[in-house]
Nanobody
Framework: QVQLVESGGGLVQPGGSLRLSCATS????????LSWYRQAPGKERELVAI????????NYADSVKGRFTISRDNAKNTVYLQMNSLKPEDTAVYYC?????????WGQGTQVTVSS
């Protein structure tokens, strides 16, 4: 049974940092690319970052380039999202995603609120 569990969200002031974690189980972690998405109130879910199977390749949404870093630890079956220089427009629920054999698996999400 595939499971993804996000953690690390919270309330942070503009300019601050947070590190999100996504612990996974139930599949061969190192065989799949992993992604982070986010969904702000009233908006569609959007791709934030994606990392290849062994972490050599990453891609980011233009809105977070230079501020966010996705990484993975294949020994711990965990993917991370380091978020720096946070802005109010980064406020959203952040979701971890694994696309496995034509099926998307999602975690429950973790709320990130950037506000003074």
């Amino acid at each position: 049974q595939v499971q993804l569990v996000e953690s690390g969200g919270g309330l942070v002031q503009p300019g601050g940092s947070l590190r999100l974690s996504c612990a996974t189980s139930g599949f061969s972690f190192s065989n799949y690319a992993l992604s982070w998405y986010r969904q702000a109130p009233g908006k569609e879910r959007e791709l934030v970052a994606i990392i290849s199977r062994i972490g050599r390749s990453t891609n980011y949404a233009d809105s977070v380039k230079g501020r966010f870093t996705i990484s993975r630890d294949n020994a711990k079956n965990t993917v991370y999202l380091q978020m720096n220089s946070l802005k109010p427009e980064d406020t959203a629920v952040y979701y971890c995603n694994a696309h496995i054999v034509a099926t998307d698996y999602w975690g429950q999400g973790t709320q990130v609120t950037v506000s003074s």
